[in-house]
C-alpha cells in the first residue's frame, strides 16, 4: 500500500480544489497515483464540487418534517432560486428532513447519517447533487423538537412543495388532552410564529446581552433625565419590548385582543388538560447571510453571458 504523503494530498488539491479528506481518499483509493485521484474526484463530482463552495448560496428551501411527537425543521441553500425549484434539489431537502427527524439533532450528525437508497452519507449526496446541477449548495442548519405528550405542530409559508417552503414553522405543545384540538390550535400558533416572529417562548428565552443592549438604547433615548426617573422610563420599556418580542406575551394573530398565553389558556377547557408551549423554532430561507449586491445590471447580464458589458 503507497505511503500518501502531505505533499502529495497538497498537490492534488491545487489541481483540483477538493477538500483535504477528499484528496486523502482519493489518492489512498487510486495508490497514490496522481492522475488517477483526479478521475475519481471527477468521478465523485467532487472536483467540481468544490470549485463552487465559494459562491454565495443564500437561497432553497426549508422544509419540514413531522410524526407528532417529532418534528424536524432543515435549510438547504442554493445559490437560484430557479434551483430551488428543481425536482432532485426538493427530493433532498425532503428526504434529508425525514432523516433528521430520527437523528440527534445536529448538523455533524445529520451530515454524516446515511442517505436512504445510497451508499454514502447525506453529505456525499450534497456534493453529487452540486456536480449533477452545477451549483453551489449547502446544507446549513437542522432544529429539532419532542413531546412526551401532545403534539408538534407545524406551517410552511410560501409553499413550493408538501412541506417545503420559504419560511417554516414548528412548535411544540405538550399536554395529555386531545391530539386533535392540540393540532389545530398549533398549527394556529405556528402561523402566528411565521408572521411575528417572536425572539422566545417568554422572558427568560431572551439572551441578556439582548436586553441589556435594549436598555442602553433606551437609556441613551432619555439622557439627561434624572436617575430615578430614567430608571423607570427603561424599566417601563422593557416590559413593552418583551410584549412586542416574546411569544406568549404578544397579540395573537388571529384575535389581537388576547395574548398567546391567554389563548392557550381558554383552549385548555376544549383540549381537556392543561397546555403548555414548550418550545418552537422559526427558519426564514437565507435570514443572516450576507448576499453579494450587483448594481451594474448590465456588468450582471454580460458576466452570465461570459462577454464583456
Known sequence: M?????????????????GMMDCKSALNETGGDIEAAIDWLRKKGLSRAAKKAGRVAAEGLVAVESSGHYAAVVEV????????????????????????????????????????GEAGTVKDKLQQLIATIGENMTLRRVSTLQVKNGFIASYVHNVISEGLGKIAVIVALESTGNVDVLATLGRQIAMHIAASNPLAVDETGIDAAIIEREKAILAEKNSGKPAQVLEKIVEGGIKTYFKEVTLLNQPFVHDSSKTVAQVLKEAEGKVGGPVALTGFVRYALGEGIEKEETLDFAAEVAAAAGTKA
Not at 2 to 18: C, D, G, N, P, Q
Open 2 to 18: 503507497a505511503t500518501i504523503t502531505a505533499a502529495m494530498v497538497k498537490e492534488l488539491r491545487e489541481k483540483t480544489s477538493a
Open 77 to 116: 441553500n442554493s445559490e437560484t432560486d430557479f434551483v430551488a425549484r428543481n425536482d432532485q434539489f426538493q427530493a433532498f431537502a425532503r428526504e434529508v428532513a425525514k432523516v433528521a427527524l430520527n437523528g440527534a439533532g445536529t448538523l455533524e450528525s445529520l451530515e454524516q447519517a446515511h442517505f436512504p
